[in-house]
């Protein structure tokens, strides 16, 4: 069964980084598309990015496609998120999700991600 643990989160200043990474147990993540989501308390979870089986990634927000940027850690069975030039609306809960994909596939926000992480808090602040 595959398990994913989020870790990075916290409080960063306006402008500021944060490296999130999603560790993975139980199964490779070589045959699994990851995907990061967000979600701010009263609001619906949104897609942030994904990386397929392929390698190929894709920016579902406009707002972080020049700021935020997916990556596989193959040897670690991990998926990282660099976030780059914080600001107060990159603030919620960031969860990494997995879907099992067939080798070579690309992802979307559309795939039937069914493995959660718990979700770790980024707080972009002054």
């Given at each position: 069964?595959?398990?994913?643990?989020?870790?990075?989160?916290?409080?960063?200043?306006?402008?500021?980084?944060?490296?999130?990474?999603?560790?993975?147990?139980?199964?490779?993540?070589?045959?699994?598309?990851?995907?990061?989501?967000?979600?701010?308390?009263?609001?619906?979870?949104?897609?942030?990015?994904?990386?397929?089986?392929?390698?190929?990634?894709?920016?579902?927000?406009?707002?972080?496609?020049?700021?935020?940027?997916?990556?596989?850690?193959?040897a670690k069975?991990s998926?990282?998120?660099?976030?780059?030039?914080?600001?107060?609306?990159?603030?919620?809960?960031?969860?990494?999700?997995?879907?099992?994909?067939?080798?070579?596939?690309?992802?979307?926000?559309?795939?039937?991600?069914?493995?959660?992480?718990?979700?770790?808090?980024?707080?972009?602040s002054?």
């Open positions: 069964q595959l398990q994913l643990v989020e870790s990075g989160g916290g409080l960063v200043q306006p402008g500021g980084s944060l490296r999130l990474s999603c560790a993975a147990s139980g199964a490779s993540l070589d045959y699994y598309a990851i995907g990061w989501f967000r979600q701010v308390p009263g609001k619906e979870r949104e897609g942030v990015s994904c990386i397929g089986t392929s390698g190929a990634s894709t920016s579902f927000l406009d707002s972080a496609k020049d700021r935020f940027t997916i990556s596989r850690d193959n069975n998926v990282s998120l660099q976030m780059n030039s914080l600001n107060a609306e990159d603030t919620a809960v960031y969860y990494c999700a997995a879907v099992w994909s067939a080798l070579g596939r690309s992802c979307g926000s559309t795939d039937p991600y069914n493995y959660w992480g718990q979700g770790t808090q980024v707080t972009v002054s």
